[in-house]
Structures are given as C-alpha cells and as structure tokens.
C-alpha cells in the first residue's frame, strides 16, 4: 500500500470542517447549551455539603426563560443550571434551612466541546 504525503492545506480544513460540525449540531440544539452553572450548598455550621437542594434560576432580563435544572452527572450533589450568558438569580432551598438567593453573571462564552462554567457555593443555615 502507498501512503500519500499530508498537503499542508489539509488540517486546516479538517478543523473548519470539525468546528462547523459543532457549530451545526449545537443550532439544531443537539449539543445543549454553551454555558453551565455548577450550584452545591453547604451548611454554614458543619461546613458539610447539603444533598439534593431545589435550585432553581430566573434570568433577569427574560423572567420567563426557562434554563435546564439537572443534577451533575458525576456529582449528586451538584446541580446544573445549563442556559444562554446573562444575569441569572440562583435560589437555593431546602427544608430545615434558610432559602438563599445568589445573582450570578454568567459571560456569553463557551462552545459545544467546553461550555463556559460557573460556580456557585451558598452556605445555608439551618433553622432553629
């Protein structure tokens, strides 16, 4: 078998044509969105993370956008917030301490291979 010599014109193709790949799967919505936002709570006293807080996110310029909530795929204790940049208002809840709301701005960066993240840590104390 012969074996052809890489014209120095290839590779750069090769990336234009991997990036308008992404680019097309991520319009069509296949790819999710671009920018992540990474909430965990921890008890103010214990400095222990809380399991399962309910999260949840409005975009102040859009209040009824909705982003997609999920918890992390690797951590149960860590929640996603995946949406488009702007300023959202993160509340975080959960029974037997105080609701804790956090404004986050989150840059218009990221892309479908490494989307942009943020994270964000309350601390939430428990009721009496």
Same mark, same amino acid.
């Given at each position: 078998?012969? %074996?052809? =010599?890489? *014209?120095?014109?290839?590779? +750069?193709?090769?990336? !234009?044509?991997?990036? $308008?790949?992404?680019?097309? &799967?991520?319009?069509?919505?296949?790819?999710?969105?671009?920018?992540?936002?990474?909430?965990?709570?921890?008890?103010?006293?214990? %400095?222990? =993370?809380? *399991?399962?807080?309910?999260? +949840?996110?409005?975009? !102040?310029?859009?209040? $009824?956008?909705?982003?997609? &909530?999920?918890?992390?795929?690797?951590?149960?204790?860590?929640?996603?917030?995946?949406?488009?940049?702007?300023?959202?208002?993160?509340?975080?809840?959960? *029974?037997?301490?105080?609701?804790?709301?956090?404004?986050?701005?989150?840059?218009?960066?990221?892309?479908?291979?490494?989307?942009?993240?943020?994270?964000?840590?309350?601390?939430?104390?428990?009721?009496?």
């Amino acid at each position: 078998m012969r %074996y052809r =010599r890489l *014209a120095p014109w290839m590779p +750069s193709l090769l990336v !234009l044509l991997l990036a $308008s790949e992404c680019h097309f &799967i991520a319009a069509w919505g296949a790819c999710g969105a671009f920018l992540v936002i990474r909430v965990s709570a921890t008890d103010s006293q214990l %400095y222990s =993370r809380i *399991a399962n807080p309910l999260v +949840s996110a409005t975009r !102040l310029d859009q209040p $009824s956008y909705a982003a997609t &909530i999920s918890r992390a795929p690797s951590d149960s204790m860590v929640t996603e917030i995946r949406g488009d940049g702007g300023t959202y208002d993160i509340t975080v809840a959960k *029974a037997g301490y105080t609701t804790v709301t956090r404004r986050v701005d989150v840059p218009f960066r990221g892309t479908c291979v490494a989307p942009g993240a943020v994270d964000l840590d309350v601390a939430m104390t428990p009721l009496e």
